[in-house]
């Protein structure tokens, strides 16, 4: 049976704070409107409107990943994290906006202009669930508030997408000075250009974060580029610690995404979401797009506390410090497990290269001299022979003595 056991280790992420209940989430986020990763109406119905409520409390997946933890040991300054999908709204990069200071606006692979229009508002929603800045009201925060965003437009108004423009997403990403790369839309189909684009950001050493498969839909086989090797995949879970989708049984979840032959490398929160999006209300979104931003926000944390360490290294520390499923490893449906932020900053020794622990040598002592046991045991036997002589010599002295007085 596929059960995420939430075995944690050092520091665990929800140890000191259970997660709250799918009711309690879905309550607070029917407060919310929803987020969605694609927008079909738009043609009939127009951008997506901006949403006049605010959370004015933490979420369960900032609750359950602690990243307010780990943030004195870095909270992603001088990381820049690409966002591969709708654009993210030029308004959130300025005045009060949740990326303030923090947003580059990069290329818009398909149409005019740059990335900095979000007809759809997923982009922005994902930029802000992995690098917003923290509300002084308690609200929603971004695992890595001090990242800078860099927004690559690889859709329509509508959200859609190609492998070849996701491709073509990735090599600005690159050039751009990314570090990691979260792809929020991905393709359907596998792509020629697809793969080698994954092949040039690990040759430049970006890591890229895709998601196991679209948002709202079960997995029927593998998504793009996500089902490239070299490519961090990530499923959702929700608030119990359970692999989302259709269906309520850990072993269908997992069976259904083994037979569709998808890969999973690790699972976040994707559930029940919350973050900002046009405007500057929030919204909320369920879905591994959302879970895949949250793991590209843990690495540019990680990266912002060792900026030495390879897409490589990064990809080893999440996945050895994740929370482990009850089940052999890889897990069809989690991977190695769920994310854990805390334990992925803390965890020691450091895998920046440094040697390993080392055991000190054994030492085996010479055997001993023989020949100085030898002689002392020699001198030993001629004193005490000695002693026997003189004793023997005394003892003839006096019967000697004795026979002298006692002769006629």
């Not at 990069?106 to 740059?114: A, E, L, N």
Request: a neutral charge; glycine letters at 14%.
């Amino acid at each position: 049976m596929c059960v995420v056991a939430l075995l944690s280790p050092a520091l665990p992420a929800a140890a000191d704070t259970p997660a709250p209940s799918s009711s309690a989430t879905a309550s607070a986020s029917a407060e919310l409107p929803p987020m969605s990763q694609t927008l079909p109406d738009v043609r009939e119905s127009g951008c997506r409107k901006p949403s006049t409520r605010t959370a004015d409390r933490a979420p369960w997946a900032q609750v359950y990943l602690r990243p307010e933890a780990v943030w004195p040991l870095g909270r992603g300054a001088g990381v820049t994290v690409a966002v591969l999908g709708s654009g993210v709204e030029a308004s959130a990069g300025t005045g009060s906006g949740a990326l303030a200071g923090r947003l580059k606006l990069g290329t818009r692979v398909q149409g005019q202009g740059d990335s900095g229009q979000d007809c759809v508002g997923h982009g922005t929603f994902l930029a802000t669930l992995l690098a917003g800045r923290r509300p002084s009201d308690g609200g929603p925060a971004g695992l890595a508030p001090e990242a800078t965003v860099l927004a690559v437009r690889v859709t329509d108004d509508a959200g859609t997408t190609t492998a070849d423009l996701v491709a073509q997403g990735i090599r600005a990403a690159v050039d751009g000075g990314a570090r990691v790369a979260v792809i929020g839309n991905p393709a359907a189909a596998p792509s020629q250009a697809l793969a080698e684009a994954v092949e040039y950001a690990a040759a430049k050493g970006v890591l890229l974060v895709a998601p196991t498969g679209p948002d709202g839909q079960s997995a029927k086989g593998p998504v793009y580029p996500a089902g490239y090797p070299g490519v961090l995949a990530v499923a959702s879970i929700g608030p119990g610690g359970a692999p989302s989708g259709a269906s309520l049984s850990g072993d269908a979840v997992s069976g259904a995404a083994a037979a569709a032959g998808v890969r999973v490398d690790l699972a976040a929160p994707g559930e029940g979401l919350q973050a900002a999006g046009p405007g500057g209300g929030h919204f909320t979104a369920s879905g591994p797009s959302g879970a895949a931003a949250l793991v590209a926000g843990a690495a540019a944390l990680l990266l912002s506390r060792e900026p030495g360490w390879t897409p490589a290294q990064v990809v080893e520390r999440l996945k050895s410090t994740a929370y482990r499923p009850g089940s052999a490893l890889p897990d069809p449906a989690v991977g190695w497990g769920t994310v854990d932020v805390v334990a992925a900053a803390t965890a020691q020794p450091p895998v920046t290269g440094a040697p390993r622990a080392t055991v000190d040598p054994v030492t085996v002592p010479p055997p001993p001299d023989r020949t100085a046991v030898t002689r002392a045991s020699a001198l030993a036997g001629a004193s005490a022979g000695l002693v026997v002589v003189v004793a023997l010599a005394a003892a003839a002295l006096r019967a000697g003595r004795r026979r002298s007085r006692t002769a006629p």
